[in-house]
Each structure stands twice: as C-alpha cells, then as structure tokens.
C-alpha cells in the first residue's frame, strides 16, 4: 500500500485540531489508522447530540478487519459540559462542510471509500452518496422528518422553527441531565433540528438526479420509535426511479420499538441483536 499523502496528513491534523480544548476524551474524532492507504477506508457518522464515541464498536471491529477508520466529531457536538448550549449554533452549512471534509479525508485514506452513519448520521451519508462517487453509504435510521409528522409537512415546519428562538427539550424529561449514556447531550436544540431538516430537504430535491456512489442502502427499524420511516419509503421509491448506483431498502424487524439501536451504553441486548447485520451491510464485499 501507498503511504498517506501530504494533503490527506494535512486533512488528519484538521480534524484532531477541531477538537479543542472544551471536548471530552470520548467526543474527540477518532482515527483508527494503519499508517498507510488501505484497500477500504470506512467513515462513521454518529447521530445529533451523540459522540464518535457511539460508534466505537464498530470502528474497532472494522479496523481489526485491515481497513482505516474514521468516526468524526460531528460540529458543535462532544463537549465536556453537556449542557453546553453549542449544539444550538449547529448550521446546514456546518454539517455540508463537515460531510465533504470527511469524505476527501476518507478519499485520501482508502483505494475505496464505505460510508455509513446513523440517524443525522445516516442522513449525511445519503448526502454524501448523492454527490461523492464513494463505493457504498450505509443510511442507518436516517433522520429526513420525525415519525409523528406528516412528510409534506416538514419543510414548513423547520422553516417555522428557525423563525423563532432556540429551545432546548430533555430527551428524557424524567431523568433530564443524568440522561445516559455519558458521552452523549441529554438536550436536543429546535434549530438543530430544523437545519438538519434544511439537508434533508435537499436529499429529497436531489432524488429525481442520479446516485453517485456506487451503492445506497436505507435501514430502517420496522418499529421505529422516533424519525419517520415513511420518508425514507419515498424516498426509496424516488431513488429507484432514477438511473444512478445500487440502491436497497433494508427493514430490521424483530426489534423492540426504539430509535437508537446501535448504542451498547443504552439498549445492550438491541445493540447486540443487530451489530452482526449492520456491521455485514458496512463490510460485504464491494
């Protein structure tokens, strides 16, 4: 293999110098990396007000797998202080910046490009996979609308949310800040929301375009508790009626009601239950 470049070691010094001194240990980026270009390079986007830390199981088994692995600090998201009002500042320009920053990261770290992401995250690696030839993007509980709301509603509602001031909801109005697991925000901002929503919005414009990463696969919990699966159907049907790279809807069933099935800190026995096929959707041969 190839060593990394001058640029792609460059890139790698950005990010370790976007975390600054106000991220915790567990929400830095984290670099899991065999010192030279590899055949694969895998990216994890974790979801809004977690950490890299979410991800960690996964990074550890595909980097014992041979392949470099990057989870990065999404903007505004890791900090020491979990009540930090940060999150609230989050822009869609932060998060398109950000998600074409990791992908020329990614680019300079593998021969072939894997991306995957949960919730927020799953929705960047959509993004991505419309606009970056990039092997294969793993959507994992993709946040395009809230399971409660109507699709046709949701662009005029974040457009409403943005019009007025930032709140901030406990996830957990029970427990409020002892909200587990640690590493994680126990708040959520409404402009955070709603400007992930202004991306979400562009996945759908962009739906009737071709794909441009080789392979687009959707997950979805049959029982999802909290973003909107409906979008995701549509948008699966509008993707397949456009020419482009692989796409596939993949339905997880036999699971509890839940949105978070990939963190161990919160629900084991889930995380468990579909490590195994999410890690086969990530890794499979390209």
Do not use: C
């Not at 509008?238 to 796409?247: E, F, H, I, S, Y």
């Amino acid at each position: 293999m190839h060593q990394l470049s001058d640029q792609t070691s460059a890139l790698l010094e950005r990010f370790r110098r976007r975390d600054h001194g106000g991220v915790a240990d567990a929400g830095r980026t984290k670099l899991l990396l065999h010192g030279e270009v590899r055949p694969v390079a895998v990216v994890l986007f974790h979801g809004i007000a977690a950490s890299p830390e979410q991800f960690v199981r996964f990074a550890h088994e595909l980097h014992a797998r041979g392949h470099n692995v990057v989870v990065p600090r999404l903007p505004r998201h890791g900090h020491r202080d979990r009540l930090t009002d940060a999150l609230a500042r989050l822009s869609a320009d932060d998060l398109r910046a950000f998600g074409s920053e990791s992908i020329e990261l990614a680019q300079g770290l593998g021969e072939r490009v894997v991306v995957a992401g949960f919730s927020l995250g799953g929705l960047l690696a959509t993004w991505a996979a419309q606009r970056y030839p990039i092997d294969r993007a793993v959507a994992i509980a993709p946040f395009f609308g809230m399971s409660w709301m109507p699709i046709r509603f949701t662009a005029p509602f974040a457009d409403l949310v943005l019009k007025l001031p930032n709140v901030f909801a406990w996830w957990n109005p029970l427990v409020r800040e002892r909200q587990q697991p640690e590493h994680g925000y126990p708040r959520y901002s409404s402009h955070a929301i709603a400007q992930s929503l202004l991306v979400a919005r562009e996945v759908f414009a962009r739906a009737g375009e071709s794909i441009a990463a080789r392979e687009l696969i959707l997950v979805t919990n049959a029982k999802e508790a909290a973003v909107s699966n409906r979008a995701v159907r549509q948008l699966a049907r509008l993707l397949r009626a456009r020419p482009g790279g692989r796409l596939e809807h993949v339905v997880l069933r036999g699971i509890p009601i839940s949105h978070d099935i990939i963190e161990p800190l919160r629900h084991v026995a889930i995380a468990d239950q579909v490590f195994p096929e999410l890690l086969d959707l990530i890794d499979r041969p390209l």
